[in-house]
């Protein structure tokens, strides 16, 4: 891996450079794909079904059959661990609940809020080169939770025109209500327009590789909305003298078998720590059945040594990581200072696969910076935030002036007529 020492803060934003390509470079593979969907419908999806994931599909919607073989071949202990998975998901969305906020802000003027459900939404489960069956929990459990009535699950096919088993078993667990076996651009494409096949949705969910990702942000000028750009996976790691260095490197090299254009860097005031962590991950990644992928990975990662935690934390602030491990001595400075970041993992028995799988947190997270304005997969990501007013008599004569003043100033007579004509009979 590459070390860097003490970089000056103009080389930071080089240095710090995602390996992925950009929204221009995927643009215009999108835009073709999301027209001939948009016009052909299942027959374009079926098209670039064969071109990108080499399957010719007779129907790509799951049936229950399907379903009901797949349950047979999970595995009891598999079965299990992901129930237990489950549960923890289940229970830590749960308690993101909130209650009805209800107030009135002047005498007889009642405001409140209200969640709904976003009534139709997609979910985008990666599979182009492991199936990502954890993401089925990540984004069924807290739709299921919210109350959303329409749950579309889409991921690519394998050579045999299958999901995987683990995948349909965790979506029959979790309420999906449509299974269909497209992927990528194609994928997007069809939860956004809608073909015969595959509903249309309002929200798009879900991690995926950079074609996902920037179809998803494309997607948006056609009115569906997304959860948040949810790459390539990241990991930055903050740790100092007292952290284990074959832990680090274990970390580091979760994250950089997900994909070639993953990205882990890890940050450290301590060149000793350094030159073992590089070390570690030299030794273990050679036992790595995905070692090709882990190695390009790596060529695109960083080792940073810098020589006090302040200006750490600042350039650690500035790359806002997916996913910031914390194992330092002062492990309080950085939990409390880090600004930008999508899920934290704080001391040596926290590894950030507890939080892929099992620990509770969601592991659809914004990747590429955007942790500085977005925020992971959370229970209000399926809920829509509704305001209701209801007025009385007393009310209307309490704040009718008011509403007649500053309509009359904006210039919008029949804005300030909507009050005036109540106001005469209540006078
Ligand atoms: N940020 C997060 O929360 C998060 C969570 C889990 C996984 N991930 C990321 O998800 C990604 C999964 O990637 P994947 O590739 O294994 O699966 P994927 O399902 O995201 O992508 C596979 C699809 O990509 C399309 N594709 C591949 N090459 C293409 C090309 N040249 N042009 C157009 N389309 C093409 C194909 O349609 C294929 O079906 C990884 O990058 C991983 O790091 C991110
Ligand atoms: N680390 C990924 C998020 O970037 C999520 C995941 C799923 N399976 C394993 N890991
Ligand atoms: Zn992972």
């Given at each position: 891996?590459?070390?860097?020492?003490?970089?000056?803060?103009?080389?930071?934003?080089?240095?710090?450079?995602?390996?992925?390509?950009?929204?221009?470079?995927?643009?215009?593979?999108?835009?073709?794909?999301?027209?001939?969907?948009?016009?052909?419908?299942?027959?374009?999806?079926?098209?670039?079904?064969?071109?990108?994931?080499?399957?010719?599909?007779?129907?790509?919607?799951?049936?229950?059959?399907?379903?009901?073989?797949?349950?047979?071949?999970?595995?009891?202990?598999?079965?299990?661990?992901?129930?237990?998975?489950?549960?923890?998901?289940?229970?830590?969305?749960?308690?993101?609940?909130?209650s009805k906020i209800d107030v009135e802000t002047t005498n007889g003027v009642q405001c409140w809020q209200e969640?709904?459900?976003?009534?139709?939404?997609?979910?985008?489960?990666?599979?182009?080169?492991?199936?990502?069956?954890?993401?089925?929990?990540?984004?069924?459990?807290?739709?299921?939770?919210?109350?959303?009535?329409?749950?579309?699950?889409?991921?690519?096919?394998?050579?045999?025109?299958?999901?995987?088993?683990?995948?349909?078993?965790?979506?029959?667990?979790?309420?999906?209500?449509?299974?269909?076996?497209?992927?990528?651009?194609?994928?997007?494409?069809?939860?956004?327009?809608?073909?015969?096949?595959?509903?249309?949705?309002?929200?798009?969910?879900?991690?995926?590789?950079?074609?996902?990702?920037?179809?998803?942000?494309?997607?948006?000028?056609?009115?569906?909305?997304?959860?948040?750009?949810?790459?390539?996976?990241?990991?930055?790691?903050?740790?100092?003298?007292?952290?284990?260095?074959?832990?680090?490197?274990?970390?580091?090299?979760?994250?950089?078998?997900?994909?070639?254009?993953?990205?882990?860097?890890?940050?450290?005031?301590?060149?000793?720590?350094?030159?073992?962590?590089?070390?570690?991950?030299?030794?273990?990644?050679?036992?790595?059945?995905?070692?090709?992928?882990?190695?390009?990975?790596?060529?695109?990662?960083?080792?940073?040594?810098?020589?006090?935690?302040?200006?750490?934390?600042?350039?650690?602030?500035?790359?806002?990581?997916?996913?910031?491990?914390?194992?330092?001595?002062?492990?309080?400075?950085?939990?409390?200072?880090?600004?930008?970041?999508?899920?934290?993992?704080?001391?040596?028995?926290?590894?950030?696969?507890?939080?892929?799988?099992?620990?509770?947190?969601?592991?659809?997270?914004?990747?590429?910076?955007?942790?500085?304005?977005?925020?992971?997969?959370?229970?209000?990501?399926?809920?829509?935030?509704m305001t209701f007013q209801k007025i009385s008599k007393e009310g209307l004569l309490n704040i009718g002036?008011t509403i007649?003043?500053?309509?009359?100033?904006?210039?919008?007579?029949?804005?300030?007529?909507?009050?005036?004509?109540?106001?005469?009979?209540?006078?």
């Open positions: 891996m590459k070390t860097i020492e003490n970089p000056n803060k103009d080389t930071w934003s080089d240095i710090l450079k995602r390996p992925t390509q950009t929204i221009g470079d995927i643009e215009a593979t999108v835009n073709q794909i999301f027209n001939e969907v948009r016009q052909e419908g299942d027959k374009a999806i079926k098209d670039y079904t064969l071109r990108f994931d080499g399957v010719s599909l007779k129907s790509n919607v799951v049936t229950p059959e399907e379903i009901q073989q797949a349950i047979q071949n999970v595995p009891e202990k598999l079965q299990n661990a992901i129930k237990k998975a489950k549960k923890n998901i289940e229970v830590f969305h749960t308690a993101q609940k909130t969640k709904r459900p976003i009534e139709k939404v997609g979910l985008y489960i990666p599979g182009g080169t492991a199936p990502l069956f954890s993401t089925v929990l990540m984004l069924a459990v807290p739709a299921q939770i919210a109350g959303c009535k329409e749950i579309v699950l889409c991921s690519p096919p394998n050579k045999e025109g299958q999901l995987a088993s683990e995948i349909l078993f965790a979506a029959q667990l979790c309420g999906v209500t449509k299974i269909i076996k497209v992927g990528g651009i194609q994928a997007v494409a069809g939860l956004t327009f809608g073909t015969d096949t595959i509903p249309q949705v309002y929200k798009i969910f879900g991690p995926g590789n950079q074609y996902v990702t920037v179809a998803k942000q494309l997607a948006t000028k056609f009115g569906v909305a997304i959860d948040m750009p949810a790459g390539p996976s990241e990991l930055l790691v903050v740790a100092d003298e007292e952290a284990k260095a074959s832990y680090i490197a274990s970390d580091l090299l979760s994250q950089a078998e997900h994909g070639a254009d993953s990205q882990v860097i890890l940050v450290s005031t301590s060149k000793e720590l350094i030159s073992s962590v590089s070390e570690e991950v030299e030794k273990q990644i050679k036992e790595l059945p995905r070692q090709d992928i882990a190695e390009k990975a790596i060529a695109n990662s960083k080792l940073i040594y810098i020589e006090n935690n302040e200006l750490a934390l600042e350039l650690i602030n500035q790359y806002g990581p997916e996913h910031f491990i914390i194992c330092t001595k002062n492990e309080d400075f950085y939990v409390n200072g880090i600004a930008n970041a999508g899920s934290v993992f704080i001391g040596n028995y926290t590894p950030e696969s507890a939080g892929d799988y099992a620990s509770g947190t969601n592991h659809t997270l914004p990747t590429n910076g955007f942790s500085k304005a977005y925020s992971g997969v959370n229970l209000d990501s399926f809920l829509k935030s002036e007649e003043l500053m309509a009359e100033a904006e210039g919008l007579q029949a804005h300030k007529n909507a009050v005036s004509i109540r106001l005469k009979d209540l006078i």
